[in-house]
């Protein structure tokens, strides 16, 4: 059963944002809550699988039965999933991680002086599309959050980074996206099909996310 597929299995999930320094005392980040991915965190480990989860700075406790690792920056995120991938079996990455990050940090708080202020960033390394290119036995799910265009976005993803999943959210919709208890997605597979899924709790979303996982590899 889909259930017994997951005992023993090695999940690594990473959850909510990243930060971006960009002073002492600034930084570059988003909405991201950790909700979705401590939900998943939480219902694997209740699966009976071997969870790590790897947090940017949310406001969530740890679910029972899971390892926490926390991370500030997209650079720390890569490192620690990097560091624990080969021994992996399923990468959950529902974290939304930044794309730009500035160039330079200033070592003291930015004063305020002219009237704008140009921030020069560069773009930060995709840790998803790194686990695509170095994928073996892992099975890999990427999340995206989208504002149009959604199926299209998503499935250029799939291919893009060598995904087997891909969880699609319009997070402009209410009820879905960031920071809610809820979530309406989409899920596509890498042979093209798809699961679509009502607005459901985070937790049931996860519960599904899992069960078709197992499905596609028991
Ligand atoms: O945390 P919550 O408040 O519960 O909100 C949930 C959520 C909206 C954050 C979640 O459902 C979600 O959509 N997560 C992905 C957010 C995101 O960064 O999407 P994206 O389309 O920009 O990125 C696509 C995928 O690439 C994601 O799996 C992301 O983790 C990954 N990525 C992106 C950039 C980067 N440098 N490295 C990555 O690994």
Do not use: C, W
């Given at each position: 059963s889909t259930a017994s597929w997951w005992k023993g299995k090695k999940l690594l999930v990473t959850a909510g944002p990243t930060r971006e320094e960009i002073d002492p005392?600034?930084?570059?980040?988003?909405?991201?809550?950790?909700?979705?991915?401590?939900?998943?965190?939480?219902?694997?480990?209740?699966?009976?699988?071997?969870?790590?989860?790897?947090?940017?700075?949310?406001?969530?406790?740890?679910?029972?039965?899971?390892?926490?690792?926390?991370?500030v920056s997209t650079e720390?995120?890569?490192?620690?999933?990097?560091?624990?991938?080969?021994?992996?079996?399923?990468?959950?990455?529902?974290?939304?991680?930044?794309?730009?990050?500035?160039?330079?940090?200033?070592?003291?708080?930015?004063?305020?002086?002219?009237?704008?202020?140009?921030?020069?960033?560069?773009?930060t390394q995709d840790i998803l599309q790194t686990?695509?290119?170095?994928?073996?036995?892992?099975?890999?799910?990427?999340?995206?959050?989208?504002?149009?265009?959604?199926?299209?976005?998503?499935?250029?993803?799939?291919k893009k980074k060598n995904l087997d999943f891909v969880v699609a959210n319009d997070v402009t919709e209410e009820g879905a996206g960031f920071g809610t208890d809820t979530n309406i997605v989409t899920i596509y597979h890498r042979s093209g099909e798809k699961q679509e899924l009502q607005k459901m709790s985070k937790s049931d979303v996860a519960r599904k996310l899992l069960e078709l996982v197992a499905t596609y590899y028991e």
């Open positions: 005392v600034r930084y570059l980040s988003n909405y991201s809550s950790g909700k979705m991915g401590f939900a998943i965190a939480e219902m694997a480990a209740s699966l009976g699988a071997q969870v790590t989860l790897i947090s940017g700075p949310v406001e969530l406790a740890t679910p029972a039965q899971v390892e926490r690792v926390n991370v720390d995120m890569l490192q620690q999933v990097l560091s624990r991938y080969e021994e992996t079996d399923v990468v959950i990455k529902s974290a939304a991680v930044a794309d730009y990050t500035p160039i330079h940090v200033a070592e003291k708080k930015i004063k305020k002086a002219g009237e704008s202020l140009l921030l020069e960033l560069k773009k686990l695509g290119e170095q994928k073996k036995h892992q099975i890999l799910v990427g999340f995206a959050a989208e504002t149009n265009q959604v199926e299209e976005h998503a499935r250029q993803k799939l």
